[in-house]
């Protein structure tokens, strides 16, 4: 379509690369082939992660991995931004000099 889209994402991985690898190579895939992708893209990222996390932790079954990741993507579609994050990975946004709040990070005392 005409549209201009931009991905962006950074994991951090705990315990290990494995988890972190596997969904550099992954969750963009997961992005760009979801369905919603051009009517809904905050519904193809949420659900992207989850399949994502999914596949990944029957690999880390089948091959006994014990890592896990953190991770946060940006998706531009036009002149929007889609951010989707998992753990305490965060997104900042400067705009005319000034931090613009985007997302509240997942913390473990937080519900």
Not at 70 to 81: D, E
Request: with cysteine; aromatic share 6%.
């Amino acid at each position: 379509d005409d549209v201009d889209r931009a991905y962006f994402a950074v994991f951090d991985g705990h315990g290990g690369v494995d988890a972190a690898n596997y969904s550099a190579t992954h969750l963009h895939v997961n992005v760009g082939l979801h369905q919603e992708i051009v009517k809904n893209p905050a519904e193809a990222l949420k659900c992207s992660f989850q399949k994502t996390d999914e596949m990944f932790l029957s690999k880390a079954k089948r091959e006994k991995l014990r890592s896990g990741t953190t991770g946060v993507s940006a998706l531009i579609v036009g002149n929007r931004l889609h951010i989707a994050w998992l753990g305490d990975s965060q997104v900042m946004l400067v705009q005319q000099g000034k931090a613009v709040t985007l997302m509240e990070p997942h913390k473990p005392e937080r519900e």
